[in-house]
């Protein structure tokens, strides 16, 4: 490994490869989502030069280099040290999970919390005892205004009601929010309730915020922390409704929000729309399989929509591909056995142009549903090369149809569309 010493953690960093079934998956964590288009041309060439150029989104707004090979891997944690993309441990690592709202410091609706979302960062590497939460334990930092990112599946939510407001805390799908709080205490605040949780599940053996609720109520937890619980009228878990194209919020922020299909976007295709917006301009990920480029001008806006289509990517609201959600399928993941992107990409060719809103199918290569959290109006299930269809449900839940053909899924997926009434 190379001698580089990082800035975030002041040691030599680490990364975490996990192995997957076309090589080994790296994860890069940025921190509030944010990264340069230098940056972001940088990690196309290592994704390149590495991995086998797919780069994913992931739900969690983070970024994953896929197959990239093991002796590689000196190499790469090197070059991903000197762009100051390690984290100090494994844990660290692990535990500095933190989304933040992809319009923080655009929207001018959206309160900017981004510097909360460090310091919170801070919080999580620094308090090695908050490194023993759970791998999946997540926190976000919800700003509101147009694109709220409501219901993440975050453990622990900031949200800011609307400017002026303050911020108050979330636990996991609960509707009830505390009192509203400081911004100087709110990191606080959570390191107590995410001690709580942790004395807890030490002994009950639970792994999220959701489980702790069942249980207790998010009004006694709060109230363990020396909180009130006040919802003071103010609705919950706002579902954003993010859309493709192009988007202006005031005279220097405009935005070319792309659809990556199916939350991949391969480096050759990367390095283009990086190039384009220009070094000044800014990529945000959302966990929405949006990438936002923040342009400096309306031009590079125009630029990035009229190129980005030839690389297979999506700038309209009704593509279809953005109405699919498919997880990572054969060959990449052992547990599958279907090509679920491929199978996806030939469903979408079939439906054409009909609007069907995000969320309406999901094609899982088994029954984890790693692509989509909750349910679908139809959902596909892998087992033994074919597919298991499910009606208004998710992957776990009884089919109305079992081994169906490649070659019969966009007929099956037609009717069982008319059946659930997904037609948008
Ligand atoms: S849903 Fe199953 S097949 Fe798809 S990525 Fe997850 S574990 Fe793999």
Same mark, same amino acid.
Do not use: E, F, M, S
């Given at each position: 490994m190379s001698p580089a010493t990082l800035r975030r953690g002041w040691c030599p960093g680490v990364l975490r490869p996990m192995p997957t079934g076309d090589g080994l998956l790296v994860r890069l964590r940025l921190t509030s989502g944010e990264l340069s288009c230098r940056l972001a041309a940088d990690i196309a060439g290592l994704a390149d030069r590495y991995g086998n150029g797919a780069i994913d989104l992931t739900q969690r707004a983070n970024l994953q280099l896929r197959g990239v090979r093991e002796e590689c891997l000196p190499e790469l944690t090197a070059a991903l040290g000197d762009l100051d993309l390690l984290d100090p441990s494994d844990s660290a690592e692990s535990v500095r999970n933190v989304m933040v709202s992809p319009l923080a410091g655009i929207? =001018? &609706?959206?309160?900017?919390g981004r510097a909360l979302a460090k310091n919170l960062e801070t919080l999580l590497l620094r308090?090695?005892?908050?490194?023993?939460? =759970? &791998?999946?334990f997540g926190f976000a930092v919800d700003g509101g205004g147009l694109w709220p990112l409501g219901d993440v599946g975050a453990d622990m939510t900031l949200i800011a009601p609307g400017p002026g407001d303050g911020w108050r805390i979330r636990l996991g799908g609960s509707p009830s929010l505390s009192q509203p709080i400081e911004v100087a205490e709110a990191t606080g605040q959570v390191s107590r309730l995410a001690q709580i949780f942790l004395s807890k599940s030490s002994t009950a053996g639970f792994r999220r915020m959701r489980d702790l609720v069942a249980i207790d109520g998010a009004a006694h937890i709060f109230s363990e922390a020396g909180l009130l619980v006040s919802n003071a009228g103010l609705a919950v878990g706002k579902r954003a409704t993010p859309e493709a194209g192009g988007h202006r919020f005031s005279a220097d922020a405009c935005i070319a929000a792309i659809g990556l299909p199916f939350g991949r976007i391969e480096a050759s295709k990367l390095k283009p729309i990086a190039a384009l917006a220009g070094p000044r301009a800014a990529l945000r990920l959302t966990p929405w399989r949006l990438l936002i480029v923040r342009c400096a001008d309306e031009a590079a806006v125009t630029a990035i929509l009229a190129k980005a289509p030839a690389l297979g990517l999506v700038t309209t609201p009704g593509d279809v591909r953005l109405a699919i959600d498919a997880c990572t399928g054969a060959p990449g993941c052992v547990n599958a056995t279907t090509p679920t992107r491929e199978d996806a990409i030939l469903i979408a060719g079939v439906l054409g142009q009909d609007h069907l809103k995000p969320g309406t199918i999901h094609v899982s290569g088994c029954i984890k549903g790693c692509a989509r959290r909750g349910t679908a109006r139809v959902t596909l299930v892998g087992r033994d090369g074919r597919y298991d269809l499910v009606v208004n449900g998710g992957p776990s839940d009884a089919p109305v149809?079992?081994?169906?053909a490649r070659g019969d899924l966009a007929a099956a997926v037609r009717s069982a569309l008319a059946v659930a009434g997904g037609a948008a």
């Open positions: 929207d =001018p &609706a959206c309160v900017d308090n090695i005892a908050l490194h023993a939460l =759970p &791998a999946k149809r079992t081994a169906i």
